[in-house]
């Protein structure tokens, strides 16, 4: 017949094994924020490289200059890229789209042409 251990022993047991939970936790959620800052990293350059090769761009300069002025742009037409619970689409992407297509941009002093 085997003895029941008594309560330390299976109180001390059952802290290991929650600590050892709490370690495995740990690596868990470290190995998902890893695999998301890839991802956010792979869709950043996806992005840029895009955007540079789409409006010809060769500095950060005119990348920033570009994106505020889209931002303004697309605001000041009722458009919104992105929707929250806050913010509606009211035109369609495809609209959108075919706005951006036609933007030229010349310069970091200049301004865009549609």
Partial sequence: ?????????????????????????QR????????ERKARTRRLIQI??????GFEISSTAEAEYLARELRCATRLNGCWLKTNKNQTAVRSIDSVQSDFSMLRFHGVNDHFIL
């Fill in 1 to 25: 017949m085997s003895k029941r251990k008594p309560p330390d022993e299976r109180l001390a047991k059952i802290e290991k094994q929650i600590s050892q939970l709490k370690a495995r936790e």
């Fill in 48 to 53: 840029g490289a895009i955007f540079e090769t």
């Fill in 28 to 35: 868990i959620k470290a190995e998902l924020n890893q695999q």
